[in-house]
């Protein structure tokens, strides 16, 4: 374990400053709800392993918010490396984004999916459990609805997934389920994304994937920057109105606000409890729509040709977002456009990712 990013080990406890252990806060997602909490001037502890991530990550969290959070390279399965984390400083709440995320590969590597996602999260609620922080956010996914539940996605329905990543997904919420039944001293908020896109206004901080994109949006980006000639759109003969997929897309700092909310639901309640929420934007748009939406931000032609669906793939979802507004009081600010307009900015910012 290194410890050459640490900041202040300590909250100050009265002031309403928590102290918020993150866990993949170097990823995609879990980057940017660190520069809302720092922005909150809550204290930031991240937990990763650079698995999927890179380390310049700090550096841009930091111009952006002027602040360094600490940092630990430590992957989650190693119980003694996570221990002396907790042992190190006053925790107040865990946001847990840390797993393997890709669907397609969840398929070829099930077992690398189970192992890392199951048991890394075993081996925090432990830990958690052995330092009486109780307070958890978790990362979960649009992908627990399965494929047969009908739109809008509402909380209450029953969870299923196709895919191992999926099953990861559903399996951590059962057993947070049956650790709050357990143990009514956990605080558990549920957060299921559903199309996370979009990019630090910045252009400091966004969406680097490895290799060839498998989502939509960075493919997108990358053939409007010209790192890839055409767009292969996954079927146009959906029960759609354009034939082609719909998702409910929201933009990575609406998401990011989302978590603040869920975390001070968690730190106002009267009773701990376990509530799952929808972060979505309730809307659905189709590919094409993406796509004539970003070729409007860009002002770049994006060629695609319309091939056979991709397995697995659904015609159509999106959120009910009706409870995260009431009980959270929240909802996104961000548009269509304003995703597009903050991927394309950070895309010609940074053709090459965090490498550029
Ligand atoms: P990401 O891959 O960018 O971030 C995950 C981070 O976790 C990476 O920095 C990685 O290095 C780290 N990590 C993985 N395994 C680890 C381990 N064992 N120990 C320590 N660190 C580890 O992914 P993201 O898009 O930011 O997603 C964050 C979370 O949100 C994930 O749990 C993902 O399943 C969930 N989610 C993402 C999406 C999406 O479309 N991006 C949608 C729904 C849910
Ligand atoms: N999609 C596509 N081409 C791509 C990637 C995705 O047509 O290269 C479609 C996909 O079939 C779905 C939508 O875009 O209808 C969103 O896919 P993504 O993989 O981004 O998210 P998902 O909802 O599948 O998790």
Same mark, same amino acid.
């Given at each position: ?42 204290? !930031?502890? /991240?937990? &990763?392993? @650079?698995?999927?991530?890179? *380390? ?113 997904? !559903?399996? /951590?919420? &059962?057993? @947070?389920?049956?650790?709050? *039944? ?175």
């Amino acid at each position: 374990m290194s410890f050459p990013f640490l900041a202040d080990s300590t909250n100050t406890g009265t002031t309403g400053v928590k102290t918020i252990l993150v866990t993949g806060g170097m990823g995609f997602i879990g980057s940017h709800v660190c520069v809302s909490l720092l922005e909150e001037n809550q204290q !930031v502890i /991240i937990v &990763d392993n @650079l698995c999927n991530s890179n *380390k310049k990550v700090l550096s841009r969290i930091e111009k952006i918010t002027g602040k360094v959070p600490a940092f630990y390279s430590v992957d989650l399965m190693d119980e003694e490396a996570l221990s002396s984390v907790f042992k190190r400083h006053n925790i107040d709440a865990v946001i847990h984004f840390a797993a393997l995320k890709a669907v397609g590969e969840s398929s070829q590597i099930p077992l690398s999916y189970y192992h890392n996602n199951i048991t890394g999260s075993l081996v925090l609620f432990k830990v958690m459990e052995k330092y009486q922080v109780l307070n958890l956010v978790f990362s979960s996914s649009a992908t627990v609805y399965g494929e047969n539940n009908p739109i809008p996605y509402a909380e209450h329905f029953p969870l299923s997934a196709t895919s191992p990543y999926g099953r990861t997904k !559903v399996m /951590i919420e &059962d057993i @947070l389920q049956d650790v709050f *039944k357990a143990n009514p001293k956990w605080n558990i908020s549920l957060l299921r994304y559903f199309n996370p896109i979009g990019a630090h206004p910045s252009g400091l901080m966004g969406e680097d994937p490895n290799g060839i994109p498998n989502n939509l949006m960075p493919y997108i980006a990358q053939v409007a920057v010209g790192k890839r000639d055409v767009l292969s759109v996954f079927g146009g003969d959906y029960p759609t109105p354009d034939g082609t997929g719909v998702r409910d897309y929201i933009h990575v700092v609406d998401l990011a606000s989302g978590h603040s909310k869920a975390l001070q639901k968690l730190f106002a309640a009267e009773f701990p409890s376990i509530d799952a929420y929808n972060l979505g934007a309730g809307k659905g748009y189709s590919v094409l729509d993406v796509v004539k939406a970003f070729e409007k931000s860009s002002g770049k032609d994006i060629h695609y040709v319309i091939v056979p669906r991709r397995e697995g793939d659904i015609a159509e979802f999106y959120a009910d977002t009706t409870k995260a507004a009431k009980e959270l009081d929240w909802q996104v600010e961000n548009s269509l456009d304003d995703m597009c307009r903050d991927t394309w900015n950070w895309q010609q910012k940074n053709p090459n990712g965090y490498q550029s």
